[in-house]
């Protein structure tokens, strides 16, 4: 296996980071601020775990990387989430430290100023058990699962499943020290993590930018720097067709990556087509936290035979189905070392040996091609019937009845639908071509859908809205 990405072995002079206004940091500079974090860590007799509270900044990504350098294990947390889940956080998993770019409020933790933040270490109590306890010696990275602030479940990883992932990205990818990728994703949702680890590992530069993707400022910095790369959820890709970011002269991309979702095949045609026409290279992914980042990928130059498709499995992996349920299933050296509800399970080893079951459903072409078709868990019984919501929200949008959420009980289908979205036809959809009787539907108009930081639909936030 190849030197590690954390190692930072480009030369110390080549351009590493740009940043908003233009400040530039080398390589070398990236080493110093990771061992001067390292360094402002405390010293405990056994391996440390502690959160990174991230944005997309270097001081963030430094304290990350410096975890790893140091041989410390930590949980990469999104910088705004809601400070009921943070202490929710800090009780199950009593972190021994705690970074925050800025001043926050860490009950039980004493703060401490260093360069480009702040440092909350755990005050140690002779009483607290779990704190003794061993990490795992392979831990090196925790993330909630599917990018969710919403779960306190983590899934837990080593460095080489993210090693692994990333040598295998950069390769189907073709990623080189030329590459210029901004951070069009949060650092603490996987696909985002991955493609930091992909180019620093090439010795490429990130053009880090705290902007969102629908902010003007975001689009001012990619037609100021001209990023070589750019990676999206389907919902930017939805945006950038209505809006027509993409025909924009400034976008200087030579290979565009989707993953995080289904994009719909209406949609992939145009952006197939688009990066035809325009000399990109347009990649379809699928992956899962639990393998790190990515599972599989469509080759760009199959992409248009092969619409819908989630591809063939990235080199290093294997992909299978279960003869019996039809489930999709995948090994190699990504997948991660196991779940965590608590700090208790930070000492747990690898309890899967590379083997994910990943809970979708697919099938198989003749060129060995797989396909999405459902959630073994997003199924509903509807009057002994079972019925897929994947299928029903991908029919809503094939028959133009809009952006729509489907959740629900036995019984008890919910959509909800955009505001922009058409009623009648979801009710068409439901009720004339599912077979679905009035009585066991109800059809729900939001402004928008809620969504996560890393732009999913935030299916928990909907069952939680009154009336639905």
């Not at 989430?81 to 970074?99: A, C, E, G, I, K």
Request: net charge neutral.
């Amino acid at each position: 296996m190849a030197l590690g990405f954390w190692t930072l072995d480009p030369p110390a002079n080549a351009t590493a980071i740009v940043c908003e206004g233009g400040h530039r940091l080398t390589y070398g500079d990236l080493r110093q601020g990771c061992d001067q974090f390292s360094e402002s860590l405390p010293i405990r007799e056994e391996k440390t775990f502690g959160f990174v509270l991230c944005r997309n900044t270097p001081q963030c990504l430094m304290a990350y990387l410096g975890a790893l350098r140091s041989e410390q294990a930590v949980c990469l947390l999104d910088a705004d989430l809601q400070s009921d889940f943070l202490h929710q956080m800090l009780v199950r998993y009593s972190p021994d430290w705690v970074f925050a770019p800025q001043q926050t409020l860490v009950p039980g933790y004493v703060v401490n100023e260093i360069v480009n933040g702040f440092l909350f270490v755990r005050k140690m109590h002779s009483s607290d058990s779990r704190t003794k306890l061993r990490i795992d010696p392979q831990l090196a990275l925790t993330l909630p699962t599917s990018g969710s602030t919403g779960s306190p479940k983590l899934v837990r990883l080593s460095l080489q499943n993210l090693q692994s992932n990333a040598v295998s990205i950069s390769s189907y990818l073709g990623i080189t020290s030329d590459d210029r990728a901004i951070t069009s994703l949060p650092m603490s949702y996987s696909y985002g993590l991955s493609v930091l680890h992909t180019h620093l590992l090439a010795g490429g530069q990130l053009l880090m930018t705290t902007s969102s993707f629908m902010q003007r400022e975001f689009w001012d910095f990619v037609s100021q720097y001209h990023p070589t790369s750019m990676a999206g959820v389907p919902y930017h890709y939805e945006i950038m067709l209505r809006t027509g970011m993409l025909e924009k002269e400034f976008c200087s991309f030579r290979t565009i990556t989707q993953a995080g979702g289904r994009l719909g095949p209406k949609h992939i045609s145009l952006v197939e087509t688009l990066s035809s026409r325009r000399g990109w290279r347009f990649f379809v992914m699928y992956g899962q936290t639990e393998a790190t980042a990515r599972i599989s990928y469509v080759p760009h130059e199959r992409l248009r035979e092969k619409v819908g498709s989630i591809g063939l499995a990235i080199p290093g992996g294997t992909l299978s189905l279960d003869e019996k349920t039809g489930e999709l299933l995948y090994e190699g050296p990504n997948v991660m070392l196991g779940y965590a509800d608590d700090r208790n399970d930070l000492s747990k080893g690898d309890e899967l040996n590379g083997y994910l079951r990943t809970g979708d459903l697919a099938r198989i072409d003749e060129d060995g091609y797989y396909y999405i078709v459902g959630r073994l868990k997003r199924f509903l019984k509807v009057y002994g019937k079972r019925v897929s919501l994947d299928e029903i929200e991908g029919l809503i949008g094939q028959y133009g009845g809009g952006l729509a959420a489907c959740f629900g009980a036995d019984d008890q289908v919910r959509v909800a639908l955009e505001a922009s979205g058409n009623e009648q036809i979801v009710n068409g959809v439901l009720k004339d071509l599912l077979k679905i009787h009035p009585s066991a539907f109800r059809v729900v108009k939001l402004d928008a859908l809620p969504r996560l930081p890393n732009s999913k639909i935030d299916y928990p936030s909907l069952t939680r809205l009154e009336g639905l």
